[in-house]
């Protein structure tokens, strides 16, 4: 292992004036550390061999078992760090977090390059040699959840926590003093080793999540935030919307919000205690979009939306369903190849709780499999069924339905997704009434004694591999070899962003 570090630089923006609604871009907004990082982490051993049926195959990895617990004893549960996979799955490698060491979130892709996103900040990895990823570049840019996305030179960053201003070396204050910060900043990565920090638009209630819809001009960001309680003065009732950032491709630093739709003009769920375990609607917490199809789904704390965005400045709900037996809380959103099927997924618990397990239940932390029936405006959401992973949890692993990508086999829907520390499950809906899993990778649990926060946060496919951003053990390289996946090889894509669905076709 090789290493070398760079020191961090400070860097002015391209063009400083003011953004949001509160303040501009200081001097200090470019103060964002920079650490180049460059080492490869060697593959896990293991070399199962391709199979239709899962098995289970172990690699001790800490030397440790956890036998304080019986299931851990028995083999029903890896022990602690002991990972477990399916006969067609492998492992090729692991980057350990450094210079970034909060919580890993979310994932995108260009080229040769991964960009991963951390409370602390984002990294940019080099993957084209999938089995030795290199860190390329680490920024220091604090704010949770620091939720990444990319398009040509530009990547979008959300923060979602209440900052002093808008630079990378801001500190947390409480949300209720003037000055707070909440948003969206934007970073020039020409240079992938040295981004640049070159705008922040302010956004209310800040941007918990955010998804893209570009065109060749401009860059429309549909800003996904929402109110955890009446306190904060960003997130006052009703926040029953998204913001709209159009950001020019030639002049990022003009981007600013253009709109605020409402989504929810009734108000939206209710939730408890109308709804006993529902997440009441005050916001949205994420969106994806389909721009070849000109549609968008949108998971809303209590409501799954179906929009149209013909007009992407102008997004309009066409349909919206709840399920206010087993969904808490709507979380995100995968259409399959045709469009025709949205899978939403249920974060019970927010993503900190164990949810796998046999008193919860095969249908509550789960996703949701809907058909999409009918033309144009009059097009509906269709419950088929529910799916969840098939191995019960120890009661020390957060598990529930998160973040995850189709996998573009040809003439079939199947999802790589992740699971927290249930892992990374690969499954099959071509059926949207028989859901059903093909294949997995998971880590046993941080602790056999308590509940500790961790696992796969996103797990996605991207030319010919599947990337996981593990919330504490970092970037994880698996390979999948299954003969009804094996057609998803040849499709290549130049960009990723999974919440803007590419046209596979």
Known sequence: MTSSTHRPTVRRPLLPRPFGRRGHLRAAVAACGLVASLFAAGPAAATPDPGDTPSVHRDVTSGQRADTKEAMKSGEIPGVDEIVHSDNVRHLANLPKTALQSINSDLAFQGKYAFAGNYDGFAIYDISRPSAPRTVSQVLCPGSQNDVSVSGDLL????????????????????????????????????????????????????????????????????????PSETFPDCQPPHDGISVIKVPRSAPEKAAVIDFPVLFPDGGNPGGPTNPGVTKTSGCHDLTTFPKLKLAAGACMGDGILLDIKNPAAPKVIDRVQDNVNFAFWHSATFNESGKKVVFTDE????????????????????GIYDIVGKGDHRKLVFRSYYKIPRHQADTENCVAHNGSLIPAKGRDIMVQAWYQGGVSIWDFTDSTEPKEIGYFERGPLSADTLATGGAWSAYYYNGHIYSNDIAKGFDVLKIDDRRTDSARSVRLSELNVQTQPDYR
């Open 348 to 367: 019970l618990g927010g993503g900190g709780a164990a949810t796998c397990n046999e008193k919860i239940g095969p249908t509550r932390g789960a996703d």
């Open 156 to 227: 979008f960053l959300s923060t979602d926590s209440s900052r002093s201003d808008d630079s990378c070396s801001s500190t947390t204050q409480p949300a209720t003093e003037k000055s707070s910060w909440e948003g969206m900043k934007i970073f020039d990565i020409s240079d992938k080793e040295n981004p640049e920090y070159v705008a922040a638009v302010e956004t209310a209630c800040g941007s918990h999540t955010h998804t893209l819809a570009p065109d060749r001009k401009n860059v429309y960001i549909y800003v996904s935030s929402y109110s």
